[in-house]
Nanobody
Framework: QVQLVESGGGLVQAGGSLRLSCVASVPTLNYYMGWFRQAPGNEREFVAAISWSGTNRYYSDSVKGRFTIFRDNAKNTVYLQMNSLEPEDTAVYYC?????????????????WGQGTQVTVSS
């Protein structure tokens, strides 16, 4: 059973930064990883994803240019660096994974999920 544990959430003012971390219980070298978020009253939405090697990265339009996803397979950890945060970024952020070494998987393919970490951006 794959376990994903997120950390790094918190309260930050608009314009500030946070870095989320996701530590996996298995070697992440074989996994395509991603971040999703869910705001109150909204459906969970895709934020970013990264291929097993880190070469390919994908972002939603709402975070492109502000967020960066990266990984350290030696530490079985995936990160989400969030800059220029906006109140609209307030949500629970979830780490997700899928086993595989393709360069891309659709957001609907993720089948391993963390429990989430709360990010709150005040105006």
């Amino acid at each position: 059973q794959v376990q994903l544990v997120e950390s790094g959430g918190g309260l930050v003012q608009a314009g500030g930064s946070l870095r989320l971390s996701c530590v996996a219980s298995v070697p992440t070298l074989n996994y395509y990883m991603g971040w999703f978020r869910q705001a109150p009253g909204n459906e969970r939405e895709f934020v970013a994803a990264i291929s097993w090697s880190g070469t390919n990265r994908y972002y939603s339009d709402s975070v492109k240019g502000r967020f960066t996803i990266f990984r350290d397979n030696a530490k079985n950890t995936v990160y989400l660096q969030m800059n220029s945060l906006e109140p609209e970024d307030t949500a629970v952020y979830y780490c997700a994974g899928i086993i595989g070494k393709r360069n891309y998987y659709p957001p609907t393919d993720f089948n391993y999920w963390g429990q989430g970490t709360q990010v709150t951006v005040s105006s």
